[in-house]
Each structure stands twice: as structure tokens, then as C-alpha cells.
């Protein structure tokens, strides 16, 4: 099978008067080799087409069996639905969910008020277009300020959490002023979070399948101090690092998180995170795979976001986690593809047949990037 590889690299473009966690989401060459070798190690042709303002042409000379979507897009508020819109009006199968879906996803907001539409628990929320908009008195502090259409934690960092009304719009404003978009105000929840790893579809009588929960586990680094309540009150938040680093340093203090998976969580609590997900995968239309996080509030999780199309490069959660279930690097990449595949009808192990036939001839080109 002839598959097209769809992505968008890291570049300096992308960098030019912009903050450096405005390449967050994108992909280095590293990512894209790994994912072609998954694909190869079971005898498919690879094409790679980035998703830049020649896609669309690039896509009719590939022609492509099918496309694996992990494109961001190239900018706006609908950005990630780029690439379906275009496969969907040339008539190309993708893998992973369709315009409408990515781009509810994308608007945090939207988002919410669907989930809070099904009775689906998220924290209290509000848009901010300006730092001078009047406060929804219904609102709690501490509140944390986040990006209306960004994931990958952009725009986060300690300071995002604000405890009164001056540092609210303090930080409203720079969110604004910085990355030129809405920022979303909305209840810091101080509690347990845990990520959910889901693929599958609802498709033929099955459910998705929901892999086993991981937990972020945040810990403040007692070597340092032996005591100070300043340590004690910083909020405990995952910001984007460049370097992938799990060490936080915040001035001359430091915190640290890591993650455990399976969660160490009773089996009521499992049992209840996993259908609030697949809640959420229903609810928001979501195909073939998705990334969620939620918080506790007095045991109760709450949805913080999805991401349809989360990072999978090696090492990454979504894969270390597949991992834990009993799929390895390769098999986890093939796994999305074949849920795809099987959405559409295609026949996979004809396929496979068909392209075997090539195997031996890929892995001798030299790969251009």
C-alpha cells in the first residue's frame, strides 16, 4: 500500500516574531523517519508530503492509497482541518478525524460548551477577547490563563495561574498581546491529572479502545529547601520545554513531574475516567485516535482538552503508553493506520500482499528529506 505521509516540519519561517514555543506541535525529521520505518517495516511504500501551500498539487502527483495525518497546518484558527478538507475534495482516505472535529477541538471553548452540553464534566470558563472584558463573577481564583487555540502547553508557564483580578489581567494581556489570539480564563483545578490515550472507532458494534491511564505525577524538589511556602504554593502545570527536558526551574527553585502508567488509581476511578473519555471521543466526533487530559476536583475528573492529532513521535506519551499495552513503536504507528483502513472498507491484508512485492526495493532508496 502506497501510503502519503503527511506532516509539517519545524522551520525558522515559522519562528519569525514569534514566541519559541510556536513550533510546539511541529515535527522534526527524526519524528518523520521514525513513522516512515513503521510504515516500512510492514511493506508499505512511503511518499512524504508536507502540508505547505503546494499540498493540494503535491497530493495529486503521490497519489496515495492513503494519508497519514499528523499535519498541524499552516496557520488559523482551523488550521489542523487543512489537510482532511483537501483529501476530502480529492477524494484521498486519511487517517484521524475530519474538519469539523479537528477544528472543535482547536477552539478550547467550543469544545466545552459541547462537553458541558452532554453533562460531560469540564472546569467553569471564560473567553477573553481583551484584558478589560468584565470577569464572569461565577468564576473562582486561582484561575489559569490559557490559549484559545493552541495545545502542547503554549503559553504556559507558572505565571499562567493568577490568583486575584490585577494578575488575571496581567497575564490576559500578554497571552493577547503575544500570541494574537483569544486567551481562555478558566478554574485552576489543583488535583490529580491523568492522560488518555484512546484508538479505535465506533464502528461495527465495537468501542474505541482506551489504553491504560497514565497519571502525571508532580513532585516539588524538597533537596533544594528544606522549607519554603513559596515553593509550597506553585501551581503544578506541564509548560512547553524545547529541549523535552522533565525538569521545571522556576527562578531558583524547582519542581519536577513525571509520569506512571497504569495510573495507580482504584478501579472505579478507572472505570469512570475511561468512559467520561469515550464520552468525549463521541461527543466531539473524533476518528481513529486521540490524546485527552483531565484533573481531579474533589474526585471528580474534569476534562481539560483533546488533541486528535497528538505528538507521537518516539518517547512520547501516546506511544509509551500504546507501549504498556503491548504495542511497540512499529506496531503502535501500523495500529492507527489499520483503524483507519478498516473505517473505510479497504482491505488490508490485500494490500499488504500487494505491497510486500515493493518492501525490499524501498528500503534500499536513499530517503530525501
Known amino acids: 500500500?502506497?501510503?502519503?505521509?503527511?506532516?509539517?516540519?519545524?522551520?525558522?519561517?515559522?519562528?519569525?516574531?514569534?514566541p519559541v514555543d510556536a513550533i510546539a506541535e511541529l515535527d522534526t525529521v527524526e519524528t518523520t523517519v521514525a513513522e516512515q520505518k513503521a510504515f516500512e517495516s510492514r511493506g508499505h511504500e512511503v511518499v512524504l508530503i508536507e502540508a505547505d501551500v503546494n499540498f493540494s498539487e503535491n497530493l495529486k502527483k503521490a497519489k496515495p492509497d492513503i494519508v497519514f495525518n499528523v499535519s498541524e497546518g499552516l496557520g488559523g484558527e482551523s488550521r489542523e482541518s487543512y489537510v482532511p478538507n483537501i483529501c476530502e475534495t480529492l477524494g484521498v482516505p486519511y487517517t484521524g478525524s475530519g474538519p469539523l472535529a479537528l477544528s472543535i477541538a482547536l477552539d478550547k471553548a467550543k469544545t466545552k460548551e459541547?462537553?458541558?452540553?452532554?453533562?460531560?464534566?469540564?472546569?467553569?470558563?471564560?473567553?477573553?477577547?481583551?484584558?478589560?472584558?468584565?470577569?464572569?463573577?461565577?468564576?473562582?481564583?486561582?484561575?489559569?490563563?490559557?490559549?484559545?487555540?493552541?495545545?502542547?502547553?503554549?503559553?504556559?508557564?507558572?505565571?499562567?495561574?493568577?490568583?486575584?483580578?490585577?494578575?488575571?489581567?496581567?497575564?490576559?494581556?500578554?497571552?493577547i498581546s503575544t500570541y494574537k489570539e483569544p486567551a481562555l480564563v478558566e478554574e485552576f483545578l489543583d488535583g490529580r491529572e491523568f492522560t488518555i490515550a484512546i484508538i479505535g472507532n465506533y464502528l461495527n458494534g465495537k468501542e474505541p479502545m482506551v489504553f491504560p491511564i497514565r497519571e502525571t505525577v508532580h513532585e516539588k524538589e524538597k533537596s533544594i529547601v528544606l522549607f519554603d511556602p513559596d515553593l509550597e504554593s506553585i501551581p503544578l502545570i506541564a509548560k512547553f520545554n524545547p529541549k523535552e527536558e522533565v525538569d521545571k526551574y522556576l527562578d531558583d527553585?524547582?519542581?519536577?513531574?513525571?509520569?506512571?502508567?497504569?495510573?495507580?488509581?482504584?478501579?472505579?476511578?478507572?472505570?469512570?475516567?475511561?468512559?467520561?473519555?469515550?464520552e468525549v471521543f463521541k461527543a466531539i466526533g473524533v476518528k481513529d485516535w486521540c490524546r485527552m487530559e483531565m484533573r481531579c476536583r474533589d474526585g471528580v475528573p474534569h476534562v481539560l482538552e483533546l488533541n486528535p492529532i497528538a505528538g507521537i513521535a518516539p518517547g512520547y506519551w501516546f506511544p509509551n503508553t500504546a507501549e504498556v499495552a503491548g504495542y511497540d513503536y512499529n506496531a503502535f504507528i501500523n495500529l492507527i493506520l489499520d483503524t483507519a483502513l478498516?473505517?473505510?472498507?479497504?482491505?488490508?491484508?490485500?494490500?499488504?500482499k500487494n505491497s510486500t512485492k515493493l518492501a525490499s526495493k524501498i528500503s534500499e532508496k536513499k530517503r530525501k528529506f
Open 1 to 18: 500500500m502506497k501510503v502519503g505521509l503527511v506532516f509539517n516540519y519545524v522551520n525558522e519561517e515559522r519562528l519569525k516574531g514569534k
Open 114 to 175: 459541547i462537553l458541558s452540553y452532554y453533562g460531560i464534566p469540564t472546569a467553569k470558563w471564560q473567553v477573553f477577547k481583551s484584558k478589560d472584558d468584565r470577569i464572569d463573577p461565577s468564576l473562582r481564583f486561582p484561575l489559569i490563563v490559557k490559549l484559545l487555540h493552541e495545545g502542547s502547553s503554549m503559553g504556559l508557564d507558572e505565571s499562567s495561574v493568577v490568583e486575584n483580578e490585577k494578575e488575571l489581567r496581567k497575564r490576559v494581556d500578554r497571552a
Open 342 to 352: 478498516e473505517r473505510y472498507g479497504m482491505n488490508k491484508k490485500e494490500s499488504k
Open 253 to 278: 527553585k524547582r519542581y519536577t513531574f513525571h509520569s506512571e502508567c497504569p495510573a495507580k488509581i482504584t478501579k472505579d476511578m478507572e472505570k469512570e475516567i475511561k468512559m467520561i473519555a469515550l
